[in-house]
């Protein structure tokens, strides 16, 4: 098992571009979440889906859009990126009725 | 407005003494916790967790201790080794922050550094 994927792994983008950042799981978890970690800070709930079709706004949801048309795939679009979504994001996943979340390695986005 | 704190960003501890990193909380409706551990370019990885019907977890080197009562629960490794080296975050859940859907709530994590 791969566990959690997530590609690309570093991307610079500039002011208003978009782009998607791609999250995988080959575990058969019902739940995945994507979380922003700014520097010296904790993770923060950006989006989370508790099956496909259905997702959810975490605690900082506004810049982003999520989509959850599968199992395995939790892809997360920034439509217009600004400096403050420069930040490190992680995709994570977990069974259904646990708290036990598998993380990705991450993406670093800059927005310059 | 914080809800897990984790007031020491950093702690050093010598090779074999016990290494304590502390959180705190300030919702008393949280009634499960976890310890995640983080080494760099890396995504964060279960350690342990408790829930709030107890007091104490263990898990071969790692412990983890509960005061409810306190809102206050630590993470003790023992012996400590250099590979323990890496970025602690305490989080919790609970059922007013969509803990029925997994979500978790984490504090700024603690930077541990084992010295050989």
């Known amino acids: 098992n791969a566990g959690v994927t997530q590609t690309p792994k570093f991307r610079i983008l500039k002011i208003g571009q978009s782009m998607t950042l791609q999250c995988t799981q080959d575990?058969?978890?019902?739940?995945m979440y994507w979380y922003r970690q700014d520097p010296g800070m904790g993770l923060k709930l950006i989006y989370y889906?508790?099956?496909?079709?259905?997702?959810d706004k975490g605690e900082v949801p506004n810049g982003y859009n999520v989509s959850r048309s599968t199992t395995e795939d939790f892809p997360l679009r920034l439509e217009l990126a600004a400096p403050s979504q420069t930040s490190v994001y992680f995709c994570?996943?977990?069974?259904?009725?646990?708290?036990?979340?598998?993380f990705g390695p991450g993406t670093r986005l800059t927005v310059l | 407005d914080q809800q897990v704190k984790q007031n020491s960003p950093s702690l050093s501890v010598q090779e074999g003494r016990i290494s304590i990193l502390n959180c705190d909380y300030t919702?008393?409706?949280?009634?499960?916790f976890l310890w995640y551990k983080k080494y760099p370019a890396e995504g964060p990885t279960f350690l342990i967790s408790?829930?709030?019907?107890?007091d104490k977890n263990e898990d071969g080197r790692f412990t983890v201790f509960l005061n409810k009562s306190a809102k206050h629960l630590s993470l003790h490794i023992v012996p400590s080794q250099p590979g323990d080296s890496a970025v602690y975050f305490c989080?919790?859940?609970?059922?007013?922050?969509?803990?029925?859907?997994?979500?978790?709530?984490f504090g700024k994590g603690t930077k541990l550094s084992v010295k050989p």
């Open positions: 889906s508790v099956g496909a079709g259905i997702t």
């Open positions: 575990m058969n978890h019902n739940y």
């Open positions: 408790i829930s709030s019907i107890k």
């Open positions: 989080a919790a859940s609970g059922e007013d922050y969509g803990g029925s859907q997994g979500n978790l709530i």
């Open positions: 919702n008393s409706m949280f009634d499960y």
């Open positions: 994570a996943s977990s069974y259904k009725g646990t708290l036990k979340q598998f």
